[in-house]
């Protein structure tokens, strides 16, 4: 079974560019998630969808950051224009939801995207 | 005070010893936590969940959850040089979204 895959693994962008990353979450998983480290810092949620809803955004720093889940499957987040803030790691992670029985909240996390912003 | 605190370490231990990784949080309601393993520039890798107080076996891992204490373990027994890495806590609390602490670096030792 394929894990999480993130797309494209590291991202080098000038301030006030645009950039997009790319979550494939496990096939069948119906929970996707973002999440971002800044260097010396701990892994922050972002948000949450289920299937293609966002069930909770409250981690997201700005409206520089938009999300979506078009269709349930795959994810984008943009994030337009880029500050040097925006640095960091950005991780999506899935997991099953109700129908994956007591494993409904394990949560599998993909490599990760390392954005780095000039 | 952090949501979630864990040691920055690194906690060195030889190999064989048992490592023990601590976390503690400081939302009652929390339902489950989680304990990660990330090698350097790579995904964390979830290694043991728990949801109820006691203590929850796995192989060479040992996850203890006590709520009243708001205290959450991670034990390694038989540590090798392979189990090196960061461990990350990660805590539930109601709302699926995961807070984690900064991670513990273990240094097993040959």
């Known amino acids: 079974e394929a894990g999480v895959t993130q797309f494209p693994s590291h991202s080098v962008i000038e301030k006030g560019q645009t950039v997009t990353l790319r979550c494939d979450p496990i096939?069948?998983?119906?929970?996707l998630y973002w999440y971002r480290r800044v260097m010396g810092k701990e892994i922050k949620f972002l948000l949450h969808f289920v299937k293609e809803s966002k069930q909770d955004e409250s981690g997201m720093p700005n409206n520089r950051f938009l999300a979506e889940r078009t269709g349930g499957t795959y994810s984008t987040l943009k994030v337009q224009p880029a500050e040097l803030e925006d640095s960091g790691v950005y991780f999506c992670?899935?997991?099953?939801?109700?129908?994956?029985?007591?494993?409904?909240?394990?949560?599998?996390f993909g490599p990760g995207t390392r954005l780095t912003v000039l | 005070q952090k949501e979630v605190e864990q040691n920055s370490g690194p906690l060195s231990v030889p190999e064989g010893a048992i490592a023990s990784l601590n976390c503690t949080y400081s939302?009652?309601?929390?339902?489950?936590f989680f304990w990660y393993r990330q090698y350097s520039g790579k995904s964390p890798e979830l290694i043991m969940f728990i949801y109820s107080n006691g203590d929850k076996e796995d192989g060479r891992f040992t996850a203890q959850l006590n709520k009243a204490s708001q205290y959450v373990s991670l034990l390694i027994r038989d540590s090798q040089p392979s189990d090196s890495a960061t461990y990350l806590c990660?805590?539930?609390?109601?709302?699926?979204?995961?807070?984690f602490g900064t991670g513990t670096r273990l240094l097993v030792s040959p």
């Open positions: 992670a899935s997991s099953p939801g109700l129908a994956g029985g007591p494993s409904y909240n394990e949560q599998f």
């Open positions: 939302d009652r309601g929390s339902q489950s």
């Open positions: 096939s069948g998983h119906d929970n």
């Open positions: 990660a805590v539930n609390t109601g709302f699926q979204k995961l807070v």
